[in-house]
């Protein structure tokens, strides 16, 4: 755990104003120490550099795979990704984690380009969505860059892969207003897409790896440094 508090935060030398500053530091503990166990509790590692993610993307008549790779989850997150045919980059800024009012499927993965989000996120809901889906039941937002509706159908539970180890994880199922039917992690911190549905489509996240080093392929050196940065 990185070390979010300084020695003077528990001086107890002046009842008064000094005892009064020590709230803040323990507020801030206690969320830190929340935030950790409840990814413990739902069976969650933390995710962070080299966390590998692979989905099964089946359609009419094909089935291939999709690879994350991790690079940097948080505040902002920097992701490598590749499919059968492409692989690229993917930047979302953490205002956006937090904020954005859009989510898109498929427009941020583009072959051969480092991509940064503006105004949207993908494979995760941006924490202000999740928090309407979770407290009101529906989230107006763009999806794909245009004006939908998401509702909340109710909370499940699905199995994926954790270090090779099948795991239960509890998830909402949402419908969007074009009956495309979707999955995402019932953890605020970590709303990760694990299943996409429609008629002919389906994405299932089937692996999460998070205890292998060195997992990435060309997020490295200068480029990583670089796309960090920006």
Known sequence: MPNILKAGDFSLRTPGKTAGRCLPAAVVLFAALWVSAAAFDSGLPQFGRDTVLVWEITGANSTSDFVARIAAFSPDLLMEWEDSKSQGTVYIPGREIMEAGGYVHTRLFQSGIDVRAEG????????????????????????????????????????????????????????????????????????????????????????????????????????LQRLLSE
């Open 120 to 223: 949207e996120t993908t494979a995760w809901l941006s924490r202000r969505i999740y928090r309407e889906l979770k407290d009101k039941k529906e989230a107006k937002l763009k999806i794909d860059r245009v004006p939908g509706r998401m509702t909340c159908l109710g909370e499940e539970e699905l199995m994926v892969e954790i270090n090779g180890s099948a795991v239960k994880l509890p998830v909402i199922k949402v419908r969007d207003n074009r009956k495309a039917e979707m999955w995402f992690l019932d953890v605020e911190h970590n709303p990760l897409m694990v299943q996409y549905r429609t008629r002919h489509y389906r994405k299932i996240l089937v692996s999460i790896t998070t205890n292998r080093a060195d997992t990435l392929r060309w997020l490295k050196g200068k480029k």
